[in-house]
């Protein structure tokens, strides 16, 4: 998939602007390589459009510990936005990620999720 499409579906899921839909994928790739480890944010990467592999990279290979609502939190403060509007936006980035990923790889990085994530990233593939 192309970083055009990415984004666009992201946008028309979350019911927001492009630039919108950018920032939130950006923010929401980049708390979720802090909170797998390194070595998955870099598996991850490999299937996504190459804009966006760098927001995967550089991670450390532990993965920090923090729970669906830090995560949220997380990615609001990185865009500048109202957690209740980024949870949806996050929810988008995962449906996509679902669809353009290969089943195995992102049962792989949901399996470093605790079971809170659920309503962020759907049911587990």
Do not use: C, N, W
């Not at 499409?5 to 929401?28: M, N, Q, W």
């Not at 500048?80 to 949806?88: C, I, W």
């Amino acid at each position: 998939m192309k970083y055009d499409e990415f984004i666009t579906k992201v946008g028309g899921r979350a019911d927001v602007s492009l630039e919108t839909a950018d920032a939130l994928t950006a923010a929401t790739l980049q708390t979720l390589a802090e909170r797998i480890s390194g070595g998955e944010a870099a598996q991850l990467a490999k299937y996504l459009p190459d804009e966006l592999r760098p927001h995967l990279t550089g991670a450390e290979e532990l993965a920090q510990r923090f729970d669906s609502r830090a995560f949220v939190r997380r990615v609001a403060e990185r865009t500048g936005t109202d957690p209740e509007r980024v949870a949806s936006g996050v929810r988008a980035v995962f449906a996509t990620l679902r669809e353009e990923t290969p089943r195995e790889e992102l049962e792989d990085v949901l399996t470093q999720l605790p079971k809170d994530y659920s309503s962020l990233v759907g049911a587990k593939p």
